[in-house]
């Protein structure tokens, strides 16, 4: 029979992929009341993606269990057509060309593994994806989206089977918010009439992953391989295994209407692909396969990233390209990261709904905040896997393909772009959120982009710390308050003016966050220039730390082998000091100099609710 019931909740997330399992964790870690369903009847087991960039390393407290299961990727190690027949070495590179960032390399790991992470983390926050769910109506009460308490998103849920009983079970779910996270093909795109916009290119590819025997010296490097065959990339990846993706003729995978027939290839035929492609270098055939796919190389954006404000939808939902730049997974996480922290302060009341729209003042037309940062950002993506993809797919050149691409060519684009599939170079453009007025105070960081970390050390107990390791992905906003050098009277008078001014009835400090919910939409980190001899982290203003380990100071440590004492300068921040406003993500959002609460305060009021 079919049991039917009613049930509420605030966020309710289609697909446990990268993208919803990234937004449920942040979510349910914030607080929120969020519910995840998924089609399959288990976490996806071996293949998919499996590229983390340095940029995801090094938020959302990821690292710890990234570093200790995936397999670090420094080198990335090109080969070309030799003179005599077959590929040879040309050069070895860095692998991520990046320096300002505590994980200059990439990491791998399949995407199992990534969605455990999370997994993991829910469950202790007794979170657990309901499964096999799929979604078979939803509708939005338009009526309703402007009102803060009502539930207007209704959606169906269908589980086929129990797994105890065999019964079909029919669920209405009445949610504040829906996100589509559920991949390419996203049902929740398709039943909201939101287009894809974009096309399909020629490019075809096999992937394999395997545990190879070859005498290639560099197949534990990232190689980019280009050969009179066609091209090929190989993976290093966990437990000895490496991913090869091979470029594959279209006319022998692909059916009359254009679409990868799977059933006219299989691993053993990609590998034997693979083996004319790596001539004079041999591989053999491995005893199974991890796991094989073919694709063509779409490269799409969706139109809108919303209705209503309602309903969202994050990840290869919104965009797909090729994967060999290992982005899609990256791409995925932040998009659902970026909306998370708004929808939760939007939930809780600390936030307007206008956090998921632009206001009007600053001339926004474009619908959304979150939409407008992370469409930009996927159509930057698309046009860099344009230009990358044909370079990769291109034919070599050699005297008789003049028109081929040649390394040089090539190592320009790796490295032109390596700021971008690092994912450090991400620049959000200015909103509400993002105000780049007094961009000067701070002139070696930029407003719109993500803070590099910094060796300091903590003032109370010399205790070497970097400042990434303070920038806990927990949805606060967090102020760096850079005091200057605090020894100096008039400069301490300067600093307890500041933070005496915070402490008055109309600034943004005492208007968004009552003393009691203090810390629940600012933490509050100081950073003197002072000397680790004479620092007392108690004279600071109690206002200006939240807690005495977010003292910190701009020195060497006592052994002389840490800190460096050059944080002020690096970042271009000079002795008067300032505060750097991040955003939950950890990107800079405003600056303004000590006396200057004002600004702050006309920047919060943009989006925050007074409590
Ligand atoms: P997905 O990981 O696709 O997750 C979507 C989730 O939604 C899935 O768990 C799915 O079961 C669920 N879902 C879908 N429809 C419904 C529904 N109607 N109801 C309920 N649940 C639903 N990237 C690379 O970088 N390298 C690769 O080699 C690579 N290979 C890939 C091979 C395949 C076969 C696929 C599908 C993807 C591959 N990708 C690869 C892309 C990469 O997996 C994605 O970029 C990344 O996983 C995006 O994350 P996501 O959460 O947006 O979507």
Known sequence: GIAAKDSKVDVLVIGAGPAGLMSAFALARAGVNVRVVDKRPKKVAAGQADGIQPRTTESYGLSDRLLKEGTQLHVAAFYNPSRNGGIELTDRIPDVNATDTNFPFEVTLHQGAIEAIFLDDMRDMGVEVSRPVVPASIEVTETLVDDF?????????ERKHFESENEEYTEIVHA??????????????KSMGIAMEGEQTDYVWGVVDLVPDTDLPDVRNKCAIHSNNGSCMIIPREDDKIRLYIQLEGKDVVDASGRVDKSKAGPEMILNVARKTLYPFTIKTPESYDWWTIYIIGQRVAERYTVHNRIFIAGDACHTHSPKAGQ??????????????KLVHVLKGTAHRSLLQTASKLNFHLGELYEFERRQYAQDLIDFDKKFAKLFSGKPYSELNLDGVSHAEFLKAFQTFGGFTSGLGVQYADSIIINSKHQHLAQHIRIGRRLPPRP???????????????????????????????HDPSQMGRVQRFAQELRAPGSFFAKFSSLEAMHTVFDIISISSEKKETIMYNA??????????????????MRGITGSGKVYSSLGIDSAGAVIVLRPDGYVAAIAPLDDVPHLSSYFATFLRAC
Request: net charge negative; aromatic share 10%.
């Open 540 to 557: 600071l203003p109690r206002n200006l730390w939240s807690h005495w380990s977010k003292v910190l100071v701009d020195d060497i440590d």
């Open 328 to 341: 899609g997974m990256n791409a995925s996480m932040q998009d659902s990261y970026n909306l998370a922290w």
């Open 176 to 189: 504040k918010y829906v996100l589509g996270a559920d991949g390419a093909h996203s049902w929740v795109r």
């Open 149 to 157: 308490d009502a539930y207007p998103v209704r959606v169906a849920l």
């Open 456 to 486: 300091l050390l903590r003032a109370a107990d010399c205790r070497p710390i970097d400042l990434h390791d303070l920038l806990v992905s927990d949805t606060r906003f967090k102020l760096l308050v850079f005091t200057g050098d605090t």
